[in-house]
């Protein structure tokens, strides 16, 4: 009987949405089985790798210096196909590596590696994802919000474009999207008010184009 075994997730408990599904490794010793989660891709590689050579690995050391090996290599290539289809945050990428299954070092180890070579920049990000919100017509409050929630206060960034959110250029896009809509005459103004700072601007910028609709009617 081989000192390891590898359980991968039964079908039916990964389709009931428990959580991200991982395998089991489970060493037999002579103290007794040990047995820890290890990320699903990881297990899948080293079941491919032992049914190609049965021989290999034999003990359960080889097997847990295999295991090191493999999750290094999957992390990478995890956080690389995620980076192929879209930015992400720091702490974005630290996030969605843990709930597939990674530790926690090889994770703080990755991200570290990739902001230093350029792969993650938190700054980069949120230029990106800022433009985009504006371009949707979202508020500086709004974004900031959501920036926040992803791990990233816009205080610390040296170059958060500051000019992107000047107090005039936020009047008149909460006024072009204010004015598409049509508000009922009663309690107009407040309407207009929870509208503007429903879409993440100031309350000072919503008492301006407030004031701006009711008076000319719009």
Excluded at 62 to 81: F, G, N, W, Y
Excluded at 127 to 132: G, I, M, N, V
């Amino acid at each position: 009987m081989k000192d390891w075994e590898i359980r991968l997730p039964e079908n039916k408990r990964a389709r009931l949405g428990m959580g991200r599904p991982t395998a089991e490794l489970v060493l037999r010793q002579s103290g007794g089985d040990s047995r820890r989660r290890i990320p699903l891709a990881v297990a899948r590689r080293i079941l491919k790798r032992n049914e190609d050579d049965s021989l290999y690995p034999l003990t359960a050391e080889e097997l847990m210096a295999l295991e090191t090996k493999v999750e290094r290599v999957c992390c990478s290539q995890r956080a690389e196909d995620l980076l192929n289809r879209r930015g992400y945050s720091s702490e974005e990428m630290r996030d969605k590596l843990r709930q597939d299954g990674y530790s926690k070092e090889l994770v703080d180890e990755y991200v570290r590696r990739a902001v230093e070579v350029g792969l993650l920049d938190d700054s980069r990000y949120a230029e990106s994802f800022a433009r985009s919100k504006v371009a949707a017509g979202w508020g500086e409050r709004k974004i900031a919000l959501a920036l926040r929630g992803k791990g990233i206060d816009i205080k610390e960034l040296e170059d958060w474009p500051d000019d992107m959110f000047s107090h005039e250029d936020e009047f008149e896009r909460a006024l072009e999207l204010a004015s598409r809509k049509r508000f009922s005459e009663k309690n107009r103004f407040q309407k207009v008010m929870r509208f503007v700072c429903g879409r993440g601007f100031d309350t000072g910028v919503a008492y301006e184009v407030a004031r701006r609709v009711c008076d000319e009617g719009t």
